[in-house]
């Protein structure tokens, strides 16, 4: 699976941005898509998840609320809409998916990396 997000830019805080990752090579419906950041000096964390074939969704605490994840299965892509942003949402995201067996990832793709810039 090759994955290509693109959305990324420079917005001031409260603003939005809609990120999209568009996935080929391999339908995504056996992956659990993700997306990660990882800010300057630190960790990538992980943002949000979505079981692209049950349409279940997770997000992590510090973007509950805020950011909204999807899927448009006829586009094979995954959008994460981006609302009422921080500063401190200031990352690289990047898009991940993986094949599981339960909880075990089996195999995984990630994406090159879109930048999210948001000014004070």
């Known amino acids: 699976v090759q994955l290509v997000e693109s959305g990324g830019g420079l917005v001031q805080a409260g603003g939005s941005l809609r990120l999209s990752c568009a996935a080929s090579?391999?339908?995504?419906?056996?992956?659990?898509i993700g997306w990660f950041r990882q800010a300057p000096g630190k960790e990538r964390e992980g943002v949000s998840e979505?079981?692209?074939?049950?349409?279940?969704?997770h997000y992590a605490d510090s973007v509950k609320g805020r950011f909204t994840i999807s899927s448009d299965n006829a586009k094979n892509t995954v959008y994460l809409q981006m609302n009422n942003l921080k500063p401190e949402d200031t990352a690289v995201y990047y898009c991940?998916?993986?094949?599981?067996?339960?909880?075990?990832?089996?195999?995984?793709?990630w994406g090159p990396g879109t930048q999210v810039t948001v000014s004070a």
């Open positions: 991940n998916a993986q094949s599981r067996a339960g909880a075990m990832v089996i195999y995984e793709f």
């Open positions: 090579g391999d339908p995504l419906n056996n992956y659990v």
């Open positions: 979505i079981v692209f074939d049950y349409g279940t969704t």
